[in-house]
């Protein structure tokens, strides 16, 4: 699932800044993360296409991220997708600002006014609607993978070591799946948190990986949109190198999740599920 895929356009630029340290002025250059609206259209065989949900994310893996946020908010199964397709250039000055899902069953376009979905790169799509939902559209997470907490350890130091945009601005969040060995399979990176990581459960959805095949590592705090997305997908272990917040421990908690929190230096704090930890 690995791939060596050219850096997205549009999604680092460069700005004119002025540098104050002190008493000393530094005109220069400086790198900056990229952030842009992404329209999000499905349609089904012989509909027209239905605006699903608005949200404002740095370019790049546009079609992972309509995947991955199709999937996790319950619109689609995955392999119903046929293929993707990007706005009219003669209408759009940038076409990859809207993408459409086209699917091979047809999309009830009722679900969107019913769901009201608002995104934003700060918060994503939460609200009591979502929530209720969750429970409903998620199958038991199995009780595997078994993750030794060696690999644990060593793994912020592997994803912050491939965050290519991040080293450029330091203003980017990061997910990654990797294996229970620890070998990383996909990395995507996003001014949203939950773009970054819905980008890579289309990756997932797109590669037709299975859930169990390893566990979700982000570099943001774990509040209840993540750990409702993982869920979503039957995640079984979601790692985050900040916080949680209470109602992302509580859904993860009766999604039967491992959730683990503060993970960087020599440790990190397990929330639940304990039992898929290893060396303890």
């Not at 002190?22 to 790198?31: I, N, T």
């Amino acid at each position: 699932m690995t791939e060596a895929t050219p850096p997205p356009t549009r999604h680092v630029t460069t700005t004119r800044i002025v540098a104050v340290r002190g008493a000393h002025l530094e005109f220069r250059g400086d790198r900056v993360v990229g952030e842009e609206p992404l329209e999000i259209r499905a349609a089904g065989p012989g509909q027209d296409p239905v605006a699903v949900a608005i949200t404002m994310r740095t370019p790049g893996f546009e079609d992972e991220l309509a995947a991955g946020f199709l999937k996790t908010e319950g619109l689609i199964d995955g392999p119903e997708i046929l293929r993707f397709e990007t706005g009219d250039p003669s209408e759009m000055n940038q076409p990859d600002d809207r993408i459409t899902v086209r699917l091979a069953r047809p999309f009830d376009a009722g679900v969107v006014p019913e769901r009201h979905f608002v995104a934003t790169a700060s918060c994503g799509i939460c609200g009591k609607a979502s929530l209720d939902e969750v429970a409903v559209r998620s199958d038991p997470i199995p009780d595997g993978p078994i993750v030794d907490r060696r690999v644990l350890l060593a793994l912020p130091d592997l994803l912050r070591a491939a965050q290519k945009a991040f080293d450029e601005t330091g203003g980017l969040h990061a997910s990654g799946l990797f294996t229970p060995k620890g070998e990383l399979l996909a990395l995507r990176e996003d001014v949203g948190r939950h773009n970054a990581l819905d980008k890579v459960i289309g990756a997932m959805v797109r590669a037709e990986t299975a859930p169990d095949t390893g566990f979700l590592l982000a570099t943001s705090r774990l509040s209840l949109e993540l750990a409702q997305k993982a869920a979503a997908v039957g995640v079984a272990v979601l790692a985050g190198m900040s916080a949680p917040t209470l109602a992302g421990i509580e859904l993860a908690e009766g999604a039967g999740m491992t959730l683990l929190a503060f993970a960087r230096g020599d440790g990190f704090v397990c929330y639940t599920r304990p039992d898929r930890l290893r060396g303890r």
